[in-house]
């Protein structure tokens, strides 16, 4: 089997493992609200983490500020979004 079929294999069963994975999830925290609310609270926490300490300074290093402004104004968007509609 020659290196690019294996990697193509390999990228098939990651994106069926994370399909799997999301489905059971689904099933199993579709009956617990307050643990779908406190796993998606963590994995937000990741995302912002993740936008404000890697991704946006790295923007901001190559003298432009649209990425970071960009990034704020949506995450303001959508904190107010989700606060109109609850």
């Given at each position: 089997?020659?290196?690019?079929?294996?990697l193509l294999m390999i990228f098939?069963?990651?994106?069926?493992?994370?399909?799997l994975a999301a489905w059971l999830g689904f099933v199993w925290f579709s009956s617990s609200a307050f643990m779908l609310a406190m796993i998606l609270l963590f994995c937000s926490g990741g995302i912002l983490y993740l936008i404000f300490e890697d991704i946006a300074p790295r923007a901001h290093s190559e003298?432009?500020?649209?990425p970071v402004?960009?990034?704020i104004?949506?995450?303001l968007m959508g904190l107010v979004g989700t606060m109109l509609i609850h």
């Open positions: 089997m020659s290196s690019r079929s294996r098939l069963a990651v994106s069926m493992v994370g399909s003298r432009n500020s649209f402004v960009g990034a104004c949506g995450f």
